[in-house]
C-alpha cells in the first residue's frame, strides 16, 4: 500500500499503473478510509488503481479551513481526482453513507468520465440522516464528539461490525464531523439527495442490506425504480460486514461488456 497526499487530503493507493481505470472509495460520517481495507485483498487491486480517501476532518486528514462545507469538499476531491487521473481510464466511485452525497455530487461534475457509480447505503430520504444529525443535538462539537464516541462504545461492546467504525470516529475531529452535519442537512430535506443520485446518467447501483435501511428508504428505492442490489441479512458497512462478497460483484460489475 502507498500514500498519496493531495492538498492535504491523505489516499492510500496500491500501485498505480498506466492507463488503467481508477476507482475512488469514499466513507461516510465520522468514518475513514480504514473502512476499506479489505478492498487491497480483493480482486479489484490487480486490475484497476486504488484510491481510498481521508476525507477532510477524518481519518490521518486534517480539517481544511478552506473547504468546510461537505459540497466544497465533493468539488476540491472532484478537482483531485480529475488532475490524478488524466492520463488513467474511466473513474468508478465507490462511497458509503453521508459520503454518498460527495460520490453523486463527483458524478456529477466529472461527467463522461465516470464509468461507474456504487452508492453504499448513501444518503437517499431524511431517514437516512440518524446519526450524521446528532452533532445538531448539542451546544459544542467537541460535546457530540465525547457523547457519540461513548454511545458508539457501548454498541460495539456486542456488536462486531461496529468495533472498526468506533475507531474512525476516535481518529475523527470533532468540528469535521459538525460542520459535514450542518452543511448537509439542506442537500437532505425533502430528500433532495435521492433525487440527485435519481437524476444521475452515468451506470449506477444503490447497494444496501435490509438491517439498517429504513422502511422510508426501502420504499423509496422501489416506488422509483432505482437500481439497487439487496444483500438479505446485512448491515450498514457492507465493506465491513460483507467485503468478499461486495468487492467480487464490484469487479464483475466493471468487468461486464453490457451494463
Not at 491523505?10 to 481495507?37: C, P, V
Not at 490524478?84 to 481510464?89: C, I, R
Not at 447497494?207 to 426501502?218: F, L, R, Y
Not at 460486514?241 to 460489475?253: F, G, V
Request: net charge negative; hydrophobic share 35%.
Amino acid at each position: 500500500m502507498n500514500l498519496l497526499v493531495r492538498n492535504n487530503i491523505f489516499i492510500r493507493t496500491n500501485q498505480i499503473q498506466g492507463e488503467r481505470e481508477s476507482i475512488w472509495l469514499l466513507h461516510g460520517f465520522g468514518d475513514s478510509g480504514l473502512a476499506y481495507k479489505e478492498v487491497f485483498k480483493s480482486p479489484l487491486k490487480e486490475e484497476f488503481n486504488i484510491y481510498v480517501v481521508d476525507l477532510p476532518g477524518f481519518g490521518v486528514s486534517p480539517v481544511h479551513p478552506d473547504y468546510i462545507s461537505i459540497k466544497a469538499q465533493a468539488d476540491l476531491l472532484s478537482e483531485i481526482i480529475a488532475e490524478e487521473t488524466k492520463n488513467q481510464g474511466p473513474v468508478s466511485i465507490v462511497a458509503h453513507s453521508l459520503g454518498g452525497l460527495i460520490g453523486t455530487w463527483i458524478c456529477k461534475n466529472l461527467g463522461k468520465r465516470i464509468h461507474y457509480y456504487f452508492n453504499i447505503e448513501g444518503n437517499l430520504t431524511e431517514a437516512d440522516s440518524y446519526f450524521s444529525s446528532k452533532p445538531l443535538q448539542f451546544n459544542t462539537a467537541q460535546e457530540f464528539a465525547e457523547s457519540f464516541q461513548a454511545e458508539l462504545f457501548e454498541i460495539a461492546k456486542s456488536q462486531e461490525r461496529y468495533k472498526r467504525y468506533y475507531s474512525s470516529v476516535r481518529f475523527a475531529e470533532p468540528e469535521g464531523m459538525l460542520h459535514w452535519s450542518v452543511t448537509s442537512q439542506k442537500h437532505i430535506k425533502g430528500n433532495k439527495c435521492g433525487q440527485e443520485f435519481m437524476e444521475l446518467t452515468c451506470n449506477k447501483v444503490y447497494i444496501w442490506g435490509d438491517v439498517d435501511t429504513s422502511k422510508e428508504t426501502q420504499k423509496f428505492i422501489l416506488e422509483n425504480d432505482i437500481p439497487n442490489r439487496l444483500y438479505p441479512g446485512v448491515g450498514h458497512w457492507q465493506m465491513v460486514e460483507n467485503a468478499q462478497q461486495l468487492y467480487r460483484d464490484i469487479h464483475k460489475k466493471l468487468n461486464a461488456k453490457v451494463m
